[in-house]
């Protein structure tokens, strides 16, 4: 719908939608907003499930709309997960973790090295770019972020005068990946020696279009806990849609994660950055893996930061609780969090996982289970 023919000729003959063949895939559907109601009504008359599948690249706020309850199903589309890039390899799943189906000791092991994790990272989950040479990835990823702020702001409403104040916004973000970080902490990172800084009025509105345009992926933290373990940390975490475009807009190549060469742009070190950055890839797949199957994902820090779990993921009142470590040892101190975690919640954890950059899963006598990231789906 983005193709102004193709829009015309819609808009003048919605009927056309009747004709199929179904599926119909209706993309970047909010250029014709009609479009929604449109299906919404060919449902309400009968026409069978799963008969369209509407997507695009940013939310409708055309507020008239429906909401489409009952009848249109809402998923998020995040890029390509680990699960979806090395599909060849057998995997354990979260789906069994919550069955109880994981063997005792899984004999499963993976080819994917410290390396080629560090690469995933800066390839990106979007398809054309990962599948890219790497002599014009970095410039694609460039035109991709430079298109946000000199375009895509534009087609929402959102005047921009200075685009680079949001890319450096951007940048400060994803400096701050993984943390909780207070987002006037972001702003004055963004903007160090700056008294003319972005208004809090315009800062939000960055927020607001960047989530509309599914670039801002936050973690929300587990709220429930607050009835086990009292006062916790209820700042979302904060990720990008793709720990490619963190990468990027840090100027970090596989190169600089692989020798440990990391440059910062501030003072928001919550340990390394190649860390967090195989935290936003774990975290990025295994929610793809868990809205797969129903369940939502969570994260949990109490407010003096002495224990925290890097995932939690529910479904129907069962958990998998899973923390994520950039190497490939896995000590008693790595896990103590996961047990402590198990101690106060007993049998609905259903699993407890650390996901690493080794080769080889398998179960400590502890009952938790490490598993090479490349090995959960």
Not at 40 to 50: A, C, F, H, S, W
Not at 112 to 129: N, Q, R
Request: proline residues 5%; aromatic residues 8%.
């Amino acid at each position: 719908m983005d193709q102004r023919g193709v829009r015309e000729s819609i808009g003048s003959e919605p009927e056309l939608l009747h004709e199929g063949p179904f599926p119909t895939l209706i993309d970047e559907w909010q250029y014709l907003p009609e479009i929604w109601d449109s299906v919404r009504r060919m449902v309400d008359e009968g026409i069978p499930p799963g008969s369209f599948i509407l997507t695009g690249s940013r939310q409708s706020n055309n507020l008239p709309l429906h909401s489409g309850a009952g009848r249109i199903v809402r998923y998020r589309m995040r890029p390509l997960s680990l699960a979806e890039r090395y599909p060849s390899i057998e995997k354990l799943t979260l789906k069994n973790c919550f069955a109880g189906m994981i063997p005792s000791q899984p004999q499963l092991n993976s080819d994917v090295t410290f390396s080629d994790y560090m690469l995933e990272i800066v390839k990106t989950g979007f398809p054309d770019i990962n599948a890219a040479p790497d002599s014009v990835r970095e410039s694609l990823i460039d035109s991709y972020i430079d298109n946000i702020a000199t375009r895509e702001f534009r087609a929402q409403g959102i005047a921009l005068r200075q685009p680079e104040a949001l890319i450096r916004w951007m940048r400060a973000y994803a400096a701050a990946t993984g943390t909780t970080s207070s987002y006037n902490k972001i702003l004055d990172a963004a903007t160090p020696g700056e008294s003319n800084k972005p208004s809090r009025k315009s800062t939000i509105a960055y927020r607001e279009a960047l989530s509309s345009l599914w670039l801002l992926d936050e973690l929300p933290y587990w709220g429930e806990g607050e009835d086990f373990f009292g006062r916790l940390k209820q700042t979302s975490k904060h990720y990008l849609a793709d720990p490619g475009l963190e990468a990027r807009l840090l100027g970090l190549s596989a190169r600089d994660l692989i020798r440990g060469e990391e440059k910062t742009i501030h003072d928001l070190e919550y340990g390394s950055i190649a860390g967090r950055l195989f935290e936003s890839l774990c975290v990025m797949s295994v929610r793809t893996y868990a809205s797969q199957i129903g369940a939502r994902a969570y994260f949990l820090r109490n407010a003096k930061g002495t224990r925290e779990i890097d995932l939690i993921i529910e479904k129907d009142r069962k958990l998998v609780i899973i923390e994520i470590k950039l190497g490939t040892s896995v000590s008693n101190d790595d896990v103590r969090h996961l047990n402590w975690f198990e101690g106060t919640l007993g049998s609905r954890v259903k699993e407890k996982i650390i996901l690493t950059t080794g080769n080889r899963a398998y179960r400590r006598n502890d009952d938790v289970l490490v598993v090479p990231a490349a090995l959960l789906g």
